[in-house]
């Protein structure tokens, strides 16, 4: 017996194991950012059809620096939240869940359907409306902090390898979501303010290159790199994904080198529960709010907020599983271990949850005009909660009698990640 404890201890890096507060555990469940999105949320709509909306628009619009507050949410704090993003990316192909081919197959084939099929009902419903047909790129997002959060609150209903499949769907639908914007949501562009951005990105590169490790440098040549960028004309936030992209990660077995704590690591930990709990909320807060007023339920059957909601609800679950069924009866992935198929369709109604990223096109989409940006965002909320009900319901059936007991994630695989 002792020396079985032994072997445990000594294969176990938190052993013996640790008490946690129950506050603890909620927060790194993932579930958290999740409820922390849906209250600010909550809130932005209270606030904005209450006595305080004007104050609240108000807020919203004042300058700062030249720009405004929303601005500022969506440009500034945004690049930030990018920037996660990008670091997540970076790590999961190097050396996580996307490090093989084999790991990628399912999860890019469900998300690249969980983008095209939604694209499609949208586009159809609003192909007769030129200025309306801007906004197909809404739906074909997923928004990983609700639901994983979804899932943190099942527990043991859902194995283990749904929540890794999830994570690297959402990854690669973020990453497909960034060629979206930088391909067909950018503006005129300056070639001056290009310029500037093509040369701090070489010199990131090259500090990269040559090993370079101080972090500092980097952000600082970021936050440059972020002012050329905002002024070039391409989206602001971009930049945030290109600097991730040159952050050193040292590969496996480096000499003298210990991978964990690498710049890539370091940033990327000091980052989340910023970008999760503060960021992400504030976002929401600042864009979900809409005013209701004088707002007919009709309004939903116009185009873009139905299409949003279809595509959402619709196009999601049939583009995820639909194509994820294919790969795994043409042999180009594998099931996930110890899942069912009536619990990988409830994934992919989950993947129907559109917020922050749906939100924050929409934005780009209909930047210009107002009455389109508030439909997108009756649209975003209805079709999410439509979503994410469902998709718990599902996956509550589907795992009543398949419960099993929790198991930890792979250390390659991030324990809190909110989108």
Known sequence: MAQQTDEIEAHTPDWPPKRRSPLHAFLESGAAAGVLLVFSAALALTIANSALGIVYFTLLEAKVAGLSVLHWINDALMAVFFLVVGLEIKREFIEGQLATWSRRALPALAALGGMI????????????????LRGWAIPAATDI????????????RVPVSLKIFLTALAILDDLGA??????????????????GAAACLAVL????????????LYLAIGALLWFFVLKSGIHATLAGVALALTIP???RGAESDEPEHSPLHTLEHRLHPWSSYLIVPVFGFANAGVSIAGMSPSLLLTPVPLGIVLGLFLGKQIGVFGFAWLAVRLG???????ATWAQLYGVSLLCGIGFTMSLFIGALAF?????????????????SALSAVIGYVVLHIAGRHLAIPEEPMPATVPRKRAR
Do not use: Q, W
């Open 205 to 216: 590169i090259a500090l990269n290159l040559r090993g370079v490790r101080l972090l500092p």
């Open 145 to 156: 902090a609700f639901a994983l959060g979804v899932l943190a609150i099942l527990g043991s």
């Open 367 to 383: 930047a210009n005009n107002a009455a389109l940006n508030d439909a997108t965002k009756i649209g975003v909320l209805a079709g």
């Open 249 to 251: 990660l040292a590969g």
């Open 117 to 132: 099929a939604p694209a499609l009902i949208y586009a159809t419903l609003a192909r007769s409306d030129p200025e309306a």
């Open 178 to 195: 960034i060629l979206i914007i930088a391909l067909f949501y950018s503006g005129n562009l300056s070639l001056p303010m290009l310029g």
């Open 332 to 338: 180009l992935g594998t099931m996930p271990a110890k």
